[in-house]
């Protein structure tokens, strides 16, 4: 199983003792079904729809109903992932699907939450969901490029699937709509995804283009031990901005019937994560650029 992890620095408690074990089983099962990861991302994607119909309804039981579905479908998210490095089918469709899977799944469970507050809240909780929406998806998207970034230092481009602009740009020139009409919009997505990540972090971005300019693309094995010390330490921030922590934080809402804490639970602590880790991050990076600046 340990094989089909990313890595062991970012993998969080309840993703290695819960659902790496139970999406590894399934992507055995998957493997000798011939079924591809990127089908296993679909049906996740239906799935975790379901699930967040299931919270329109002021119902217990359908809601926990709704719950056990979200926990199916994210136990599908990972085993997509795992079949993928488990059989070496890994495509920039893929990234880009399984990227999209939680965010659709968010999508319908804000609606979901939306509909079924109105009649108390009016069109006022829309507005609540639209802010907290937009916070939900920077949060997701900057967890996402830390922990790749922290692969990429550890395990090398191979190991990594962290993007750059540059190179989607380069690319989504190439295609042609006549050719590559549903690729075409696909890579234009990904790439204004991957420009949101980069605007967040230019002090990553300037000490990145230092290394490459001092190394040549090949990092020292000092600079990577020196740079997984301090972007360790942020993993568990970023692991929690992912799915774990807020859907906990989702179910103690739902469970006690005030859905609308939910959105105030991203909106107040969860913010307040992302903030912390996009500082300390920009920080430490910019310590980093000095120093290969100051360094012949």
């Not at 600079?223 to 799915?243: E, H």
Request: with cysteine.
């Amino acid at each position: 199983m340990e094989s089909t992890l990313k890595s062991m620095d970012t993998e969080e408690f309840i993703d290695l003792h819960f659902y790496r074990p139970v999406g590894y089983r399934w992507a055995l099962f998957f493997n000798r079904l011939g079924v591809s990861p990127n089908t296993v991302t679909v049906i996740s994607i239906v799935i975790g729809i379901a699930a967040g119909i299931c919270f329109y309804f002021p119902n217990l039981k359908v809601n926990i109903f709704g719950m056990l579905l979200l926990v199916w479908a994210n136990s599908y998210d990972s085993a997509d992932g795992q079949l993928a490095r488990m059989t070496g089918r890994k495509t920039p469709l893929g990234r880009i699907l399984d990227g999209a899977s939680g965010e659709i799944w968010f999508v319908t469970i804000y609606a979901a939450i939306c509909f079924r507050l109105m009649p108390l809240w009016s069109w006022w909780i829309w507005l609540l969901a639209a802010v907290t929406g937009f916070c939900h998806s920077k949060q997701a998207a900057m967890a996402d490029y830390y922990r790749n970034i922290h692969l990429h230092f550890l395990k090398g481009e191979s190991g990594s699937e962290l993007s750059d602009t540059s190179v989607l740009k380069e690319n989504y020139r190439k295609l042609t709509w006549k050719r590559d009409g549903i690729r075409k919009p696909v890579e234009y997505f990904y790439l204004q995804y991957t420009a949101g990540q980069e605007a967040w972090a230019p002090g990553f971005r300037r000490m990145a283009e230092l290394l490459r300019e001092k190394y040549r693309g090949e990092i020292p094995a000092h600079f990577r031990k020196a740079f997984r010390k301090k972007s360790l330490p942020l993993m568990k921030y970023a692991n929690m901005l992912s799915f774990n922590t807020r859907v906990l934080a989702l179910f103690i809402a739902l469970l006690t019937d005030m859905p609308w804490l939910y959105f105030v639970f991203e909106l107040t602590v969860l913010n307040v994560m992302l903030a912390y880790m996009v500082f300390t991050h920009e920080r430490f990076c910019a310590v980093f650029g000095k120093q290969l600046s100051s360094r012949p």
